[in-house]
């Protein structure tokens, strides 16, 4: 297939203010971004709103704060109606934004703010009782709290406790002073702005290689990392995915976004991106239990969903859902983890609508590759690289590998981070002098130019010299009807090295280990077929969706050692 050309006059914006802007003047009065909380009640700003509220925002950060270009807040807290408005606030502001996973214990969240060097904390008040311990050390000299209903009318106090119980605990005493709440930074940036501040000032002169957002990755291979994006990395990459889908968007489409903001997922193909295309985006503060979507889908229609493969597998396990599934979805995406084809099959069967599955990493900014949603999604392959994006495929000496050839995959386009904070030695393994960025997935390529992430490289398990990918167990282990969710790992074995070990949640009770074997060994050739069956209650998460393999290795690791 053909690859589109990407040039600089393809770029929306030469910086996210602009974008943001650019897109407030568009789209004014229309319905931008909206909060439902477990209860069902929710409100919703316009894209006026947003764009007032972010420039009150900035002008607060920079008046009142006398904060500096460059200098960083760090934001943490889930899906609610303040997060945009802070996010392009800092961003209008000239500021580095760094989205701090609002699941982190402490210690996760003070090596956060240490490493990047946050000035400014905004934190959701149920995190109150942790706030000495996190700043700790850091160079914060401000807190501002948020609230679930920021920005919602005022809510009865008996709604607002039943609503808090969804977070699964109260709003505790503050354990430190803190300096206000988002109502009263609005407040006091408004009156700059009566007073005929310009707010676009303040990005004047600012080029598209200033540093937007310290994206800091899911440590999954020890202490988090925070990935350096320019303005030119996110509005570049933006614009590359609307150009490889430059579709005509209806009045009235609507996007659930269960995808957490402080990912870069959400809050460039979510928050940004619908912006620009005047989608109005349904923000979800507590999606679980899945149950908690119920009043999304009935109180809106639902045209645009992303998400990942635990969250479509999810939906079709519930009963709610598959009794009365939403009829006005148009387009899905999976990104984040590997879409598994028996549970895309299985979506589309019920919904009608086709998964489009796309791969990316923080490190990319969000996309790399994405299906052409002007045809049926290709199964089993995460599309083909976006406008102005190269991939290569090599092999353990760095040599290209042929088409069909499974090897590590190379990136390299406007999208590619600057590098990683405070770690010239991490930024240098990982991308080479001419700007290829080394992912650590393995993929390969077919002969119409589809890619396909076949697993993480230390993923991969090695059974008698053989590779085995878990995804391709797991694919088989899934279309098991019994199965409801599965993950393979790789474990110590002193027969062969290493042996396959799968970690199933039974989808049926009377499931057996005789069951899953047998089924394998239909479809599995020898060496790949699981050698350990564990069944297990849940499989551990992280609050993208994505199925934690370290932790599971990590426990087989441990059995296979202990006997």
Known sequence: MAQVTFTEEDMLANHLGELVDACVAEHGDKPSVSCV??????????????????????????????????DVVAVQCPNTLAYPVLAFGILKAGLVATNVNPLYTTDETNHQL??????????????????????????????????????????????????????KKAVPPLNAPTAGTLSSVLKAGQKHLTRGLD??????????????????????????????????????????????????????????????????????????????????????????????????????????????????????????????????????????APLQPATADKWEKLTGAAIYEGYGLTEGTCVVSSMPFNMPPKRGTCGIPIPGTEIRIVDEDENELPIGQPGELWVRGPQIMRGYLNNPEATAETITKDGWLKTGDIGVMDDEGYLSIVDRKKDMVIVSGFNVYPTDVEDVLTRFAPVAEAAVVGAPDDESGEKVVAYIVRGDAALTEEAVISHCREHLTGYKVPKTIRFVDELPKSPVGKVLRRELRDMARAEATAS
């Not at 972010?54 to 460059?70: F, H, I, Q, T, W």
């Not at 934190?123 to 209903?149: A, C, H, K």
């Not at 903001?261 to 923000?283: C, D, E, R, W």
Request: aromatic share 10%.
């Open 37 to 70: 909380l477990p209860t069902g009640h929710h409100h919703t700003l316009t894209f006026g709103d947003v764009g007032r509220m972010s420039d009150a925002v900035a002008a607060y950060l920079r008046e009142d704060l006398g904060l500096k270009p460059g």
């Open 114 to 167: 240490k490493d990047s060097k946050a000035k400014v904390w905004f934190v959701i008040d149920v995190f109150g009782d942790r706030i000495r311990q996190s700043i700790e050390g850091t160079s914060v000299e401000r807190v501002y709290t948020l609230s679930l209903v920021d920005l919602f009318p005022a809510l009865p106090r008996k709604l607002l406790g039943f609503a808090l119980k969804y977070v």
């Open 199 to 336: 707010v676009a000032s303040y990005r004047r002169g600012k080029g598209a290689d200033e540093v937007a957002i310290f994206q800091y990755t899911g440590g999954t291979t020890g202490r988090s990392k925070g990935a350096e994006l320019t303005h030119g990395n996110v509005v570049g990459n933006i614009s590359q995915a609307n150009k490889r889908n430059d579709i005509e968007r209806e009045d009235g489409e609507c996007m659930m976004l269960i995808l957490p903001l402080y990912h870069v997922y959400a809050l460039a193909v979510g928050m940004l991106n619908s912006m620009y295309t005047g989608v109005h985006v349904v923000l979800v503060p507590v999606p679980r239990p899945l149950s908690n979507l119920k009043p999304v889908f009935e109180k809106f229609n639902i045209t645009v969903m992303p998400g990942v493969n635990t969250l479509y597998l999810g939906l079709l396990h519930e009963e709610w859902f598959v009794k009365n599934p939403p009829t006005t979805l148009k387009f899905c995406f999976s990104g984040a």
